[in-house]
């Protein structure tokens, strides 16, 4: 513990039953990138996905239960203050996210807190239809307001942030239904954090498709638009967060003495 | 229904409260809200004409809906504290979900870090059945 170069960004990756594509993924990223630590943080699999992501070379972190992607990756970014680690960027497990891309994100860094590999950005073919890309357009102008930036994928999982957005995050990061990605993001803003988009290119999912029904996509579209009426309503939290060490407690308040 | 009968059950919600106290199944700051609602109940059981009396002063013609009033009331208020109690108890649990799989990597690295010992430690998982089945 503590014996990182402070200057490394850890690749974190959430993964809930994802035992068919994470040992590839993880490979593609060592090829690509084999100077960056890959976390694991296992979602309370019941199939053998921390296993094969640790042969395949990752640190793995399992939860005891499921906790959803918010949860997971707040685990992941607290793993990353204690360990020393400068900044995360999120990859997801299933491979959509192409390795290439990574360090295109992780450069947005240099210009802001946050930065976001976004699919709408001119770049791929990546396409959604009816009220779910309403909900998408929706969220993108409204947090795009907030950030005074033009931001085109605010839904998007693929963003890595620096130091300073960690240590906003393992304050406030929600564990609930789209907290990871829009509701997390507003509150970012709001505490003074800065974003940048990049645009990336993404591959169709491996495995499972997403949800195309219109049914299921006006129930997104109404989730979303209540989830970010919260994101906006939530009071913002002070910035200036003190890095924990190794022994501090879950609150992440140091240990009393 | 006859004053015999709301005492009884009066009386029988405080003795439930205090035993439950008592064997630490009802925490402390939970058991006084409904030690005092048992014995407000004993209360106006014991005299009746209270309740006519207060659906009197705040201009409730029939004095039950008074009583069923501030029931519900009642019962909102309890259970708007009941989840806001188990929200901040699933927060709890997830961070405590949170530092034990830190501290289970932490502990795997410490304890031989090599790839050999995953495969040793699923074997070691309570969800492994089959290999429970084997050791038996």
Redesign the interface.
Known sequence: ?GNRPPSGILIVMPAWNEAEAIGDTIRDIRRVEPGMDILV?DDGS?DDT??IA??AGA???????N?GVG?AM??GF??AI?HGYSGVIQVDSDGQHMPEEIAKVVRGLETADISIGARFAGKGDYQAKGPRRWAMSLLAMVISRVAGTRLTDVTSGFRAVNQRGLHQYIDHFP?EYLGDTVDSLVVALKSGCTVTQVPVEMRPRQAGTPSQSPWKASIYLARSGLVLCFALARRSTPRDQHAPSTGDI??EGPVPV | MSVALSLFSSILIVVAVLVMLRNGKLREKYAILWLVIGSLSIVLALFPSMLEFAADAVGVIIPANLLFALAILLLLGVSLHVSRELTILEDET?????????L???VERLSGSN?TN??RD?TDHP?NFDQQRKDQ
């Open positions: 513990m943080v019941r921390a296993r640790a042969e640190v793995v972190l399992r939860l005891p239960f906790l949860g707040r685990t607290k793993y204690r564990a879950a609150g | 997830r961070i405590l979900a949170e530092e034990v799989s830190i289970r990597s932490a790839a995953v495969p699923r969800m």
